[in-house]
């Protein structure tokens, strides 16, 4: 399964980047492949283009506030959870 998903934390700092590797290696021990956007202090880091969140089967948002340009995820299905979620129990979200 293609998948892109987005982090995010409220202070923008560790857990957006701690999530965002956790869920590129589950993804990776499962078999998908996914691509990480990061939305911190930083602002939007590994930004996702228009073809791949076009080509992906769903969306992953570990979040702890709203996705920065949530509009280009229109039409594809999403899964919102915390971003501690994705620190604690990354393969739920992939269920």
């Not at 791949?52 to 702890?64: L, P, S, T, Y």
């Not at 709203?66 to 269920?95: D, H, M, S, Y």
Request: glycine share 6%; net charge negative.
């Amino acid at each position: 399964m293609k998948i892109v998903a987005v982090t995010a934390c409220p202070t923008g700092i560790a857990h957006t980047y701690m999530a965002a590797e956790q869920l590129e290696k589950t993804a990776k021990r499962l078999g998908h492949t996914i691509k990480v956007e990061t939305q911190g202090s930083m602002g939007i880091e590994n930004e996702l283009s228009e073809e791949e969140i076009r080509e992906a089967d769903a969306a992953i948002f570990a979040v702890g506030l709203p996705v920065r340009n949530v509009e280009r995820f229109t039409g594809l299905k999403v899964v919102e959870v915390p971003v501690q979620e994705a620190l604690k129990n990354p393969e739920a979200i992939f269920k």
